[in-house]
């Protein structure tokens, strides 16, 4: 008879948390770094003996009055915003390629060894702002009212796979969506109207996703959460 070990790998807990970042056009860079605010097994994922264990990894840019990805390409030459992902967390901005705009980073922690085990977040850059004072802001705090973009209104979320996406009180004219999973790939994609939408993720597997809202001018990210 053989006697066998075998190791078990226990998940670790990451919690990435929204973030919240305003800088002025000048200095004419910018680096925030996401993780700052996120922790794995409650050490802040920065941290050597945290990061060394995951992997953070893009998965969309939106935002409000910023390029398209296919504009962006055409804009830096053939680059993608995802190639401006650090595997440290950072993300590196320069005038040259970014134009003023808010925009909206969806990233991903996952743990290496088990991944399953992930956890998902957006960081808000505010590029390009009015600010005097020439250093990078962040706060876990919200904007003042006055400087927050049209709230689209995504209910109820975590889902059974049924959401409604309420576009009433929006400014903004956005018309369409797509929904991708955290591999990137596209799983749905519909026609918004200006009022109360409903889309149906019943037949997907449970897990998160990343709703792409868009109109002629604007675009934005949503997280869903199908259970």
Request: glycine share 8%; net charge negative; hydrophobic share 30%.
């Amino acid at each position: 008879m053989t006697n066998k070990s075998f190791w078990y790998l226990k998940p670790k807990t990451i919690m990435a948390n929204d973030d919240y970042f305003n800088n002025p056009l000048s200095p004419s860079a910018m680096n925030p770094s996401v993780l700052d605010n996120d922790t794995v097994n409650g050490v802040t994922a920065t941290v050597t003996s945290s990061f060394s264990n995951v992997t953070v990894s893009f998965v969309s840019m939106g935002g409000i009055n910023v390029p398209t990805e296919a504009e962006f390409s055409t804009i830096t030459g053939g680059y993608h915003y995802s190639d401006f992902l650090t595997p440290n967390g950072k993300y590196y901005m320069n005038s040259g390629m970014f134009p003023p705009g808010t925009y909206y980073l969806t990233y991903k922690i996952t743990q290496n060894s088990c991944p399953d085990n992930y956890s998902i977040a957006t960081a808000t850059i505010i590029y390009g702002g009015t600010s005097s004072t020439g250093k990078s802001v962040k706060s876990n705090q919200s904007p003042k009212e006055n400087e927050l973009p049209d709230i689209i209104a995504v209910y109820p979320n975590p889902s059974n796979g049924i959401f409604n996406i309420d576009l009433t009180h929006v400014k903004e004219s956005y018309n369409n969506i797509r929904v991708y999973n955290i591999l990137g790939a596209k799983i749905y994609e519909g026609s918004l109207l200006k009022s109360l939408n409903q889309i149906d993720l019943s037949n997907v597997p449970t897990g998160y996703y990343v709703a792409h809202i868009s109109g002629e001018e604007n675009s934005t990210t949503v997280k869903l959460i199908k259970n």
